[in-house]
């Protein structure tokens, strides 16, 4: 029943790895999100994504990349990762940018 | 870019006592929002604003959107210990493309007085 899922809850990796992580959501909804929270707790949009726009922050590394297979999956690959990636990613969704769900959280620990 | 100021940025609460936090903007918004976040988890909606004036309640919460639009304050009342996390506004101008992405306040964090 869960409304919008991430897996993994926890990534621990080194430097310079590539990684993904996925995100689905049951809703129905036709606008996906990725936000980052840092460690003091400050959420930041990083993407929002419908199967019409990909809205990118500027302030985020082309590093980081939205996939989306269909309209229910939106995930996030992070190339060559670096120390400052370290935080919790959370994926959301809503109706063309209505109230947000949000998911559980990613936690990235990148060593 | 635009930013939100919430405050207070923390406060203990007794059983019993009732909550205010409230958000400032220097732009106008279309909808206001207030989540809770606990530990180790997502956001989670508590109450959608979605007109300048409105006040809406959620069981022992109360918030209003500001007529001005540039505001938005968040009332709990009769504090349990289970209301202990942090509270997020967070601000939409719009609908559609990047005016539907959420600008977040920087929290407020609710503990319990020792």
């Known amino acids: 029943d869960t409304a919008v899922s991430q897996t993994p809850k926890y990534l621990v990796t080194q430097m310079g790895n590539d990684k993904s992580i996925k995100c689905e959501q049951n809703?129905?909804?036709?606008?996906m999100y990725w936000y980052k929270q840092d460690s003091k707790k400050f959420l930041k949009i990083m993407f929002s994504y419908n199967n019409k726009e990909l809205i990118i922050n500027e302030t985020v590394p082309n590093r980081f990349s939205p996939k989306s297979p269909d309209k229910a999956h939106l995930n996030l690959h992070i190339n060559s990762l670096e120390l400052g990636d370290s935080a919790v990613y959370f994926c959301a969704s809503s109706h063309s940018g209505g109230a947000k769900n949000f998911g559980p959280g990613t936690r990235l620990t990148v060593t | 870019g635009q930013q939100l100021n919430q405050s207070p940025q923390s406060m203990f609460i007794q059983e019993g006592e009732d909550v205010s936090m409230n958000c400032t903007s220097s732009s106008i918004f279309n909808t206001w929002l207030w989540y809770k976040q606990d530990p180790g988890e997502g956001p989670v909606l508590l109450i959608a604003l979605y007109k300048a004036g409105e006040l809406t309640s959620n069981g022992r919460l109360t918030a209003q959107f500001g007529i001005t639009r540039k505001d938005s304050f968040l009332n709990i009342s009769a504090s349990i210990p289970s209301d202990v996390g942090i509270y997020f506004c967070?601000?939409?101008?719009?609908?559609?493309?990047?005016?539907?992405?959420?600008?977040f306040g920087k929290g407020t964090k609710l503990s319990v007085k020792p």
């Open positions: 967070a601000g939409q101008e719009g609908y559609g493309g990047s005016q539907g992405n959420l600008i």
């Open positions: 809703l129905g909804h036709d606008t």
